[in-house]
């Protein structure tokens, strides 16, 4: 990963923008294949790599995530669509809560790797539909695990994702009278937001989980996904997931079980760093002694830090032409709260950051806005216009004829 070309890539790109391309997201395709690749290369052979497209389903991305990858993980009908039209071929997960009986049906037609089932009501909906076709299945099982302090949990405690392990017997049974149903194994994705020791740890309790529950119940266990959730560290940009350390942990807990794939399917520490939410200051006011920045654009496009709480990170781009003939608004040397058009006192984007020097027309650069950004953002609150798209192409390296191993 190289985030020095990154930036200066994006900064000649901030700069050209005119102002009427703002506000834009530009999205870094040689920074997401380095990443990707770095990801892959640090993973053991027996790790599948899917990518959770709810993180951001930019075909763009996907389709330089398809040369890293081994499949996608999709949670909706509208999703399987999108990533088959996309990335035709490539293997698909889809899980989710709350599948209807259409979705299962497309799933059914359009031939899914795996079906991730999340209760008895949905195996039952699809004992129903499959008629003469078969289905390969895991059961998402919600574990009492501890898992800590955590950005998101979604398991290890009530939560309508998966079945809680008791409720599991009835499935096997299901299953065991039904042979167009193939159980592979266990998927869990019980939080987001793990540090590499934290997903470890996890993995190692969800390994002797399985095995044990597989060894009780005369299952054949020859596939566990781990799910996504590898953190984030919104006030850290700079700092990564180790994936270094979870790849060679994974390879260790791997040993005793032989036979076992091991899936994950991460989405936010995939795509985050590739994304920039790049915008300008339309006005720089002050009330009741307290600077704010307002900016083109808001959480309409960018809801991640109204929905996570944080300050989103960002870097400021000086823009020294001013040509209007009153003196031009200024933020120095104090704390400013960083906010959109939205006519909502939630509309922050970062409150009560320290800046050097900020003035209206000035460009700030949203980072880590590569996920969960503008796909889970209210776009059209108030109608204002929907941002711009940049894609900083990605050129695939060639290989002259003859020179591979
Ligand atoms: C089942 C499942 N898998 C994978 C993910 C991706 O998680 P993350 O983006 O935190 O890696 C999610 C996120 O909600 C999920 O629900």
Redesign the pocket.
Known sequence: MNDAVTSDRLLRHVHELDEDQLPAYVYDLEQLHEHAAAIRAALPERVQLFY?A??NSDSRLLEVLREHVDGF?V?SGGELHHVQATAPGTPIAF??PGKTAAELEQALQTGVDRLHIESEQELRLLTELLGERTVDVLLRVNLPIALGPVALA?GGRPSPFGLDPDHLDPCLSLIAADHRIRLHGIHV?LA?GLDATAHLDVARQVLAWASNWATKRGVQLSEVNL????GVDYTRPDTRFDWTAFGSGLRRLLQPYPHLTLRI?????VTVYCGWYVTEVLDIKRSHGHAFAILRGGTHHLRTPATKQHNQPFAIHPVDTWNRPWQRPEARDELVTLVGQLCTPKDVLARNVPVARLRTGDRIAFSLAG??AWNISHHDFLMHPAPHFHHLDHAPVSVPAGSHP
């Open positions: 959770a709810k993180a993980e949670a899980g989710g979604m994705h987001s799910g996504g959730g590898m399917e991460p989405g936010r520490s996920a969960y």
